[in-house]
């Protein structure tokens, strides 16, 4: 199982910015899917995860602001984020969960500042 996420970057506060990731070595229909985040200093905390069926849910930080969606045909996860702030400031990391093994994305940064 593989997982590759792009797409961060450098954003001002309110800005946007799209997250990818490509998953291979699963039938990555039947699988959820998530988002995760780390601050320096700080755990690995949920963002935002997608049933196999389409069923999304948020941390409460991020509600209004992201949008997590999948497109089964291409392998693919997405994460939206708009209006960012700076305490969105993190490494972002897609993940699935096989059984009892959990499979990690690289990480992609997401910096907002001025």
């Known amino acids: 199982v593989q997982l590759v996420d792009s797409g961060g970057g450098l954003v001002q506060p309110g800005g946007s910015l799209r997250l990818s990731c490509r998953v291979t070595?699963?039938?990555?229909?039947?699988?959820?899917m998530g988002w995760f985040r780390q601050a320096p200093g700080t755990q690995r905390d949920l963002v935002a995860t997608i049933s196999s069926s389409g069923t999304t849910n948020y941390t409460d930080s991020v509600k209004g602001r992201f949008t997590i969606s999948r497109v089964n045909t291409e392998n693919m996860v997405y994460l939206q984020m708009d209006n960012l702030k700076p305490e969105d400031t993190a490494v972002h990391y897609c993940n699935t969960k096989r059984g009892p093994l959990s499979f990690w994305g690289q990480g992609t940064q997401v910096t907002v500042a001025s």
């Open positions: 070595g699963i039938i990555f229909r039947k699988y959820p």
